[in-house]
Structures are given as C-alpha cells and as structure tokens.
C-alpha cells in the first residue's frame, strides 16, 4: 500500500489498493476519477458516501457489499474477502488484506494513524468502532 499524500485520500488509495490486490492495478488518480472527485471524494470531506464506492467497485465489475460489524462478523467477513474497512472512530477506509495471528491485516495508507499499522485486534477494533466493511463480494 502506497501511502496517501493528502489526509482525505484514503479511500481513493484503497480502492487502488484493492483492485490492484485482485489483479486490476491503476493509479491513485484514475482511481479518485472512478470513484467520483469532487462529487464523491474531494478535500473538505474526503469519501461524501459509501455508495461512492460501491458504485465505483460495480463500474470495475464487482459486486460491492457493505455491512456494519463486530469484531468477530468483521474477521469472519476479512477471512474471505478483500475491500475496505472504515472504523468510524478513525473515519479511516483500508484495504483489507486478510486475517492474521487473531486480529484483521490492513494495507493502512497512512501507517500508525490512530494507532494502526497493519493489523487490527479486537481490542483496537472496539476502541475506534462503529466500523463499517464493504466487501467484495464477486465479479459481476
């Protein structure tokens, strides 16, 4: 994960993260081009909507879900799927690269950022929860 050059840009560095991860690499600004800058991303508040992304997601092919999450729904969703996790005590988006050792793997734009750098336990997860996951689910 490259890391963002501006604090609103975590999304956009995400969903590069996470097309590149399964295989569809492109740049961090085409990505905010998809994802819909200014409309959808811009400066004054970063990602405006989680249906931004979804949409963005679903105009690259995949079919996009979001759900809101415990630690343990979060983990058994981060066991199966790549995308992005947003705890909303951060109103932070990372890729999701996984499960590793008890807690999540995130590729983190912003490294240490609240604490965070590549995993997250339960403990952390709580600490900055609510958190929101949208996930990939399939290729359209």
Same mark, same amino acid.
Request: net charge negative; with cysteine.
């Given at each position: 994960?490259?890391? $963002?050059y501006y604090s609103w840009t975590c999304s956009v560095c995400s969903f590069a993260w996470t097309?590149?991860?399964?295989?569809? !690499? *492109? /740049?961090?600004?085409?990505?905010?081009?998809?994802?819909?800058?200014?409309n959808c991303v811009n400066e004054t508040y970063g990602l405006m909507s989680a249906d931004c992304l979804i949409n963005a997601y679903a105009s690259q092919g995949y079919i996009?879900? $979001?759900?809101?999450v415990t630690f343990e729904q979060a983990y058994s969703i981060c066991q199966h799927y790549?995308?992005?996790?947003? !705890? *909303? /005590?951060?109103?932070?988006?990372?890729?999701?690269r996984g499960v590793e050792r008890g807690s999540i793997w995130v590729a983190n734009s912003a490294p240490g950022y609240m604490g965070i750098y590549d995993n997250m336990d339960?403990?952390?997860?709580?600490?900055?929860?609510?958190?929101?996951?949208?996930?990939l689910e399939s290729r359209q």
């Open positions: 994960m490259e890391q $963002q097309l590149g991860a399964t295989g569809q !690499p *492109i /740049g961090r600004e085409e990505a905010g081009q998809i994802i819909g800058y200014p996009a879900k $979001q759900a809101w790549t995308g992005v996790i947003n !705890p *909303i /005590g951060m109103y932070h988006f990372m890729g999701i339960a403990g952390s997860f709580n600490a900055l929860g609510p958190c929101q996951v949208i996930y």
